[in-house]
């Protein structure tokens, strides 16, 4: 279980543009990934999402857990998750 506290563990972990993680992650602090490509393999956890322009394929994750999502702007392709579980979404 990848646990990430601050933006500077995240951008620690990209190389080439790519967050890649392999296993089940959770995100405990605020994210800001411009041009960033993310890939994860494992089970998603996050809360107090807001986000715009998101562009994302080929999203793989056994179960991603969500709460307070705000969004706009998003397009993705070919999303494929075993269990998907969200309150509190706005767009």
């Not at 646990?3 to 995100?27: P, R, S």
């Not at 405990?28 to 107090?48: E, F, M, Q, Y």
């Not at 705000?70 to 397009?75: R, S, V």
Request: proline content about 1%; overall charge negative; glycine content about 8%.
């Amino acid at each position: 279980m990848k646990i990430y506290k601050t933006q500077n563990e995240v951008e620690e972990d990209v190389v080439a543009g790519e967050l890649d993680i392999e296993g089940d992650v959770t995100f405990s602090c605020d994210l800001n990934l411009p041009a960033v490509s993310l890939r994860i393999t494992g089970d998603i956890k996050a809360w107090d999402i807001t986000a715009g322009n998101i562009t994302a394929w080929n999203i793989n994750a056994g179960n991603i857990t969500a709460r307070d999502i705000t969004a706009g702007n998003i397009n993705a392709g070919d999303i494929k998750a075993g269990d998907i579980k969200a309150w509190d979404i706005k767009t």
